[in-house]
């Protein structure tokens, strides 16, 4: 089994920065691709920003300049540094990883239990 956990949520004022984690453990062979989506009352779960195996990053244009994603293969850890937070930046975050558990097996989608981030005006 995977699991993957999330920290570093929090109430902020607008302006402000937090920075999230997330660490996968379990039996991990490799992890794929590896991102950050959110999730406001009464809307539908948005990618935020997602980083492949090699780096290569991807954003929402909501958080394009503010918002950085990185990742540590060794630690299986993404982060995401938010700066310049936002109001509308309030929402449950939820890391995901596409990992694969052996030789052979295709990547599986694994999700954390989400962390909130609330930004004051």
């Known amino acids: 089994q995977v699991q993957l956990v999330e920290s570093g949520g929090g109430l902020v004022q607008a302006g402000g920065s937090l920075r999230l984690s997330c660490a996968a453990s379990g039996s991990i062979f490799s992890i794929n691709s590896m991102g950050w989506y959110r999730q406001a009352p009464g809307n539908q779960r948005h990618s935020v920003a997602t980083?492949?195996?090699?780096?290569?990053?991807d954003y929402a244009d909501s958080v394009k300049g503010r918002f950085t994603i990185s990742r540590d293969n060794a630690k299986n850890t993404v982060y995401l540094q938010m700066n310049g937070l936002k109001p509308e930046d309030t929402a449950v975050y939820y890391c995901?990883?596409?990992?694969?558990?052996?030789?052979?097996?295709?990547?599986?989608?694994?999700w954390g239990q989400g962390t909130q981030v609330t930004i004051s005006s």
């Open positions: 995901e990883a596409r990992v694969v558990v052996g030789l052979g097996y295709q990547p599986f989608p694994y």
């Open positions: 980083i492949s195996s090699g780096g290569i990053t």
